[in-house]
């Protein structure tokens, strides 16, 4: 499909959001994945959480490992710069880049062999230092481009195409990103746009480390019977927590709800996450109380979405290291440089 | 028998047990030289371990500012019984021994021809302090009263550092002061103060300072405009990091906010580290690690992305014994090959090669704005001796008119007023394209960066030449860093001669005092400092201007050398190999012997000049 050109012309009749843009200024070039990967479907869920969210796509800022799922930011946010940088190290370059213009929003896109494997430890740190940021797994379980081995997400027993049995242990990405401080943890799957686009939104205005694991079958290599990450298998065994009202500042709260029901996180910005609870006893504020629920549902073969965790008061890196409001990369020389005098008494004090 | 007897001109060395204690006292005795206005240079040779294992402490007196180190030992106060042997024989002939008498020792059946001065150290402390630890502490402090006894060092230089390091804890002041009284009466009772090394009072320091490495490279990060470091805890660079946090607390902490114009992570490998300064780097700011060998090669992937994807990032590698763990605690220059081709495929990368600590800071500010202007990987490539070590130097300049060079950065009004932005295009011949920061234009100059090959405009191409265009450009950018490197420094000899001899980085001091020793001798040599790779045309015209040129250095495979065959397209007769390998910093006395070997033996067979040079 890559020879194809993108169409240029939009529609006249397209919406505009609050900041002037339509649905295509937030599109990037052709998919080059598989028709029908998950992933595409993904991309568009970004697209359309930031077209909702008002977000000018130009301040985004696209990081991603190698992989699949890593080449997606060619294909969304156009006008957004984008880095694609080596397998399983996105986590420190976006947490450099975050440290260096506080200002912009970090959308980390990351892969299951890329955060699982070869980039666990990175995973684990950005969680655990609360770089604020949209971190991204579109987890397929297999390695597509290299023709379909297992990756660590596999679960064990799950068989690959060619007849295989997983014989290890699967990584619960969700499961360490909770463990690890994550300030805002969710799965969703990639067939379900109606769960992922409020969460992706969620993510987006959640200050801190959000981490969303997408399930997201692979057509080609991992959508096949006795595969725990085939689009069937993950129908049958969507066991969502909640499901999110997202309700921006502006947007007056209108719909009631009986008390129990549900459970409003309010984020810095004063968005408000309304969660309707589907299982009764599951408090997302609560982080041990999530982690215990999601492994019990996890160890009865369910395949449990939704937001699993949020704190509301999060903090982040920059609220650690007490970094300058003026993003680093703009401040002048004036605020760098000690000066001459400075060093001459420094001189003074080595004699 | 025979005494070595000078002023202002000798070598003392402390065998000492680490965790003891003594590395501050011995630091105060060097230091109270300096105050005298007589030049020295310490050396501090530890080892991989916090507490139990021997340490050295190395100082040489030199009021003609030689400040490498010359080789031999004419005092040892030799501290550790588990060292003694090999300590004591380390002592020049005629020279003298200082130990702790408290449990005599059969010094003479060892050596006939040095003058021993035992003190019963432990014995004395033991009967004035009660407290194991202060008995330990003042130990020191009790050798360097005697020590300065011995050698006519001025008491109030003494005096006034105790007083400038105790400020405001009077209890410790007396005691120290006591302990230091304690040291010379006994001298002046019991030994044959002075002996035949002296210090005088001269006036051979001026205005020169006294710091280490690590310390004025970070401060030159400050100055340079760093805001982003990233690292890991790895000798000998680790104090790269923790002194600019230090000074960054001090001098980046805006007075009405509180808040911080840096931002220091303390990464959990050197992979994340240097991800986190490339990260920042590609986000436009300052951005810097400090590692050393064994961090660069985990270092190596990121470092060819930053080098293909061109961007900009300062390394500070304090280069230790290698391979492998090697010598953690000991110096080599050798990483040279490791960083400048660091990474898989086609990659070279520019190096800053300071000789002292004043250099250290200028190549660390330098580097801060070379990796800006070239979009590059820039090394500053210090080593253990010059890092780890106070080395007196040039006083740390600055011009508060200096700017920080940015480099090709397009901004949003240049592209709204429609200026082509083709981020790997070159536009201005040297190699060196343009870029734009995230964030700066709704809906121009956004590009896809990746460490895979793509064409002028950033896009993902395979295609064989957009592949060959682009490198051919970063080997023009190259050559363009040749230019704006910190140029090599010439140094003629008295005479025209046919010999040269290039060197770099700490080599220096110990080259420049050797080249002295070698004229003195009737041996003329022209030399050139190497202050960088790439190398400028100056330094094949150097080599081509010299029949013979000796390349000294301090590793096993003349890493340096290669480089001078190899990018220079050098004939490698012509460039002799002299090297030290052994983890001690390279020694005057060393390259002055090689280098008189070498030439006699030329003297003796006289190397044919071949004609197809001449042709």
């Not at chain 1, 920059?318 to 970094?323: E, F, G, K, P």
């Not at chain 2, 402390?14 to 501050?24: I, L, M, T």
Request: glycine fraction near 8%.
């Amino acid at each position: 499909m890559t020879y194809i050109t993108k169409p240029q012309l939009h529609h006249p009749t397209l919406a505009r959001n609050r900041v002037g843009y339509t649905r295509r200024d937030y599109e990037g070039k052709i998919s080059t994945l598989c028709a029908g990967c998950g992933h595409d479907s993904i991309s568009a869920a970004i697209i359309q959480a930031c077209w909702e969210l008002d977000i000018e796509p130009h301040r985004v800022a696209k990081l991603s490992g190698i992989g699949c799922s890593s080449k997606t930011p060619d294909y969304f946010l156009g006008a957004a710069h984008g880095f694609n940088t080596v397998h399983g190290r996105m986590p420190s370059v976006l947490t450099g880049a975050n440290l260096a213009n506080r200002d912009l929003l970090y959308l980390g896109v990351s892969g299951d062999g890329d955060s699982a494997s070869i980039g666990l430890g990175q995973f684990a740190h950005v969680m655990r230092r609360g770089v604020n940021m949209v971190y991204i797994v579109e987890n397929n379980g297999v390695y597509g481009l290299t023709k379909g081995q297992f990756s660590a997400t596999a679960d064990r027993g799950s068989k690959s195409k060619k007849g295989v049995l997983n014989a290890d242990s699967p990584v619960d990405l969700g499961g360490i990103a909770l463990q690890l401080g994550a300030t805002y943890v969710a799965r969703s799957f990639s067939g379900d746009k109606a769960q992922l686009v409020p969460l992706i939104k969620g993510a987006i205005v959640h200050r801190g480390a959000a981490f969303l694991d997408v399930i997201s079958p692979c057509v080609t290599f991992n959508n096949h019977a006795g595969s725990t990450r085939s689009y069937d298998y993950v129908r049958e065994h969507n066991e969502a927590v909640s499901r999110i009202d997202f309700i921006t500042p502006r947007a007056e709260i209108t719909t009631e709800v009986a008390p129990g029901e549900a459970v409003d996180v309010e984020q810095h910005d004063g968005t408000v996450l309304r969660l309707r609870k589907l299982h009764a006893d599951y408090d997302p504020c609560d982080r041990v109380a999530a982690m215990s629920h999601v492994q019990a549902m996890q160890a009865r073969g369910e395949v449990v979405t939704g937001l699993l965790y949020v704190e509301s008061d999060a903090t982040d890196l920059h609220d650690a290291l007490n970094t300058s409001l003026r993003p680093l990369n703009s401040l002048d020389e004036a605020a760098l440089c000690p000066g001459e005098a400075v060093l001459a008494r420094i001189n003074a004090s080595l004699r | 028998m025979k005494s070595i007897e000078a002023v202002n001109d000798f070598v003392i060395k402390f065998a000492n047990v680490n965790g003891s204690g003594s590395a501050s006292a011995n630091e105060l005795f060097a230091k109270a030289i300096l105050r005298m206005g007589v030049p020295v240079s310490p050396r501090n040779i530890f080892p991989s371990n916090i507490q139990g294992l021997p340490t050295w402490y190395e100082v040489r007196v030199s009021e003609r500012g030689y400040l490498g180190r010359r080789g031999g030992i004419d005092m040892m106060v030799a501290m550790n019984p588990q060292t003694w042997a090999q300590d004591v024989a380390e002592i020049e002939p005629g020279g003298y021994l200082f130990y702790d008498s408290t449990r005599p020792l059969p010094v003479e059946s060892l050596r006939s021809d040095i003058h021993v001065i035992g003190m019963p150290l432990t014995a004395i402390c033991s009967a004035t302090y009660d407290d194991p630890r202060q008995r330990q502490l003042f130990k020191n402090i009790v050798y360097v009263g005697a020590l300065s006894a011995l050698l006519g060092i001025d008491l109030a230089e003494i005096r006034k550092l105790f007083s400038e390091q105790f400020r405001g804890k009077e209890k410790l002041l007396d005691s120290n002061l006591q302990a230091l009284e304690l040291g010379r009466e006994f001298a002046r009772e019991h030994l044959s103060a002075p002996i035949g090394l002296r210090v005088q009072r001269a006036d051979a320091v001026g205005g020169q300072i006294f710091v280490d490495g690590n310390s004025a490279a970070a401060l030159g990060c400050v100055y340079g405009g760093a805001t982003v470091a990233a690292w890991y805890p790895l000798t000998p660079s680790s104090s790269v990091a923790e002194a600019f946090q230090m000074y960054c607390g001090r001098y980046r902490v805006d007075q009405a906010t509180g808040r911080h114009g840096y931002a220091i992570v303390q990464a959990e490998d050197e992979i994340a580290s240097i991800g986190i300064v490339v990260g920042a780097g590609w986000n436009g700011a300052r951005a810097f690690t400090a590692t050393s060998g064994p961090g660069v090669s985990l270092m190596t992937e990121i470092i060819g992305l930053a080098y293909f994807a061109e961007i900009p990032v300062t390394i500070v590698d304090v280069q230790r014994g290698g391979p492998s763990t090697g010598m953690p605690t000991r110096t080599q220059q050798a990483d040279l090959s490791a960083c400048a081709y660091a990474s898989h495929g086609d990659t070279k990368h520019v190096l800053l090669l300071p000789e002292d600590p004043a250099e250290c800071f200028e190549h660390a500010a330098a580097a801060l704005d070379l990796a800006d202007r070239l979009q590059t990987p820039v090394f500053v490539m210090s080593d253990l001796d010059i890092g780890m070590n106070q080395h007196l130097c040039a006083p740390l300049q600055w011009d508060d008119a200096r700017r920080l060079d940015r480099g090709k950065v397009m901004s949003a009004e240049e592209l709204e007023a429609g200026r082509d932005f083709g981020r790997y295009r070159d536009v201005d011949g040297d190699g060196i394209p343009w870029r734009t920061l995230p964030g700066t234009h709704p809906t121009k100059g956004s590009y896809f960066t990746r460490g895979t090959s793509r064409d002028a405009y950033a896009r993902y191409s395979e295609a064989g030449p957009d592949y060959v265009v682009n490198v051919q450009r970063l080997l023009k950018k190259f050559a363009t860093a040749a230019t704006l490197v910190p140029q090599p420094l010439l140094r003629r000899a008295a005479q025209p001669t046919r010999l040269g001899v290039i060197y770099f980085g700490s080599t220096s001091a110990a080259a420049n005092e050797a080249l002295d020793t070698l004229a003195e001798a009737d041996i003329h040599l022209d030399a050139l400092r190497l202050r960088a790779f790439p190398f400028p045309q100056s330094v094949l015209q150097f080599i081509d201007e010299h029949d013979r040129v000796f390349v000294v250095e301090q590793n096993r495979d003349a890493q340096m050398r290669s480089m001078l065959v190899n990018e220079l397209a050098v004939d490698p007769a012509r460039l002799l190999p002299v090297l030290h390998y052994d983890g001690t910093p390279i020694t005057a006395r060393f390259i002055t012997g090689a280098i008189t070997r070498a030439v006699h033996e030329f003297a003796v067979k006289p190397r044919k000049r071949t004609k197809a040079r001449a042709a």
